[in-house]
């Protein structure tokens, strides 16, 4: 089992910038594969970037590639999400999740808000 609590949400203006922090617990997090995921009001959630367990490889949606980036410390047992130029169309619920891979995710966290106001 794997915890993860995220913070770093908030409100923002167009343009702005934020990061988020996910800290994990409960198993080596050095052996996990990362990702951001975002759930928007009325839409799915869809994916926004993973990071595999060393760091060396990354992902982004199209939307959100030049403006984001993941980076991990193992050390601190941390994965961020460094959100530049936000958009309203980025606000959402973003969530953190831990997987074996990065294709599937099984851990969970609860999720901070994200507001981009325009």
């Known amino acids: 089992q794997v915890q993860l609590v995220e913070s770093g949400g908030g409100l923002v203006q167009a343009g702005g910038s934020l990061r988020l922090s996910c800290v994990a617990s409960?198993?080596?997090?050095?052996?996990?594969?990362m990702g951001w995921f975002r759930q928007a009001p009325g839409k799915e959630r869809e994916s926004v970037a993973g990071?595999?367990?060393?760091?060396?490889?990354?992902t982004y949606a199209d939307s959100v590639k030049g403006r984001f980036t993941i980076s991990r410390d193992n050390a601190k047992d941390t994965v961020y999400l460094q959100m530049n130029s936000l958009k309203p169309e980025d606000t959402a619920v973003y969530y953190c999740?831990?997987?074996?891979?990065?294709?599937?995710?099984?851990?969970w966290g609860q999720g901070t808000q994200v507001t981009v106001s325009s």
């Open positions: 409960g198993q080596t997090f050095n052996r996990y594969a």
């Open positions: 999740a831990a997987g074996h891979n990065l294709a599937v995710f099984g851990f």
């Open positions: 990071i595999s367990w060393g760091g060396g490889t990354t």
